[in-house]
Nanobody, 115 residues
């Protein structure tokens, strides 16, 4: 059974930092393209950051220079380090894993950034 469990969300002040972590079981994250998405109620889920099998990273323009996605192959986790947080970053953040036709989502972790 595949599980992606996000943690690290919570309340932060504008300008602050949070580190989200996605712990995977049932899959090996190093062979999956791993992504973080976020969703605000009433809006579509949007892609925030990607890390490929080769280790390449990509970011949504609004988070470039502030967020960093990383993978720990020993712990089998994928993290999202978020700095210089803005109230616009308030959302539920989801971890996603994809390999070919296989696609898995975590349950999400809430991030609230106060001004």
């Amino acid at each position: 059974q595949v599980q992606l469990v996000e943690s690290g969300g919570g309340l932060a002040q504008a300008g602050g930092s949070l580190r989200l972590s996605c712990a995977a079981s049932g899959i090996i994250v190093s062979i999956y393209t791993m992504r973080w998405y976020r969703q605000v109620p009433g809006n579509e889920r949007e892609l925030v950051a990607t890390i490929t099998v080769e280790g390449s990273t990509n970011y949504q323009d609004s988070v470039k220079g502030r967020f960093t996605i990383s993978r720990d192959n020993v712990k089998n986790t994928v993290d999202l380090r978020m700095n210089s947080l803005d109230p616009e970053d308030t959302a539920v953040y989801y971890c996603h894993a994809r390999l070919g036709g296989y696609s898995y989502w975590g349950q999400g972790t809430q991030v609230i950034v106060s001004s």
